[in-house]
Structures are given as structure tokens and as C-alpha cells.
């Protein structure tokens, strides 16, 4: 996977341009919303069956 390729320093680089944080920031954002929508997906799956 590209991602466990990655070493610290390039981690720490800027993703795109300084105002979107380093690649960690933007890895991290990107999980954070995922698991945000999957817990709109439970609760909207949860409202159905009930």
C-alpha cells in the first residue's frame, strides 16, 4: 500500500499547498470523515429496521 511507504519526513511534507497541513493532517482527515459517514450510514439502517 502507497501509504506504509511513506516515511516520517514525507508525512510531515506539505499536501498540495501549506494551507492544507502536511500529508499525516490530510491522511488523518481523510479516515476521521470516513468513519463520520459510516456512522450516518448506521444510524440511518438503524432508523429503517426499527
Not at 8 to 27: A, C, H, Q, S, T
Request: hydrophobic share 40%; net charge negative.
Amino acid at each position: 500500500m502507497y501509504v506504509e511507504r511513506l516515511t516520517d519526513e514525507e508525512l510531515k511534507k506539505d499536501f498540495v499547498d501549506p494551507k492544507y497541513g502536511d500529508f499525516y493532517r490530510n491522511i488523518d482527515a481523510i479516515i476521521e470523515h470516513s468513519y463520520y459517514h459510516l456512522g450516518q450510514i448506521v444510524l440511518i439502517k438503524k432508523a429503517l429496521i426499527d
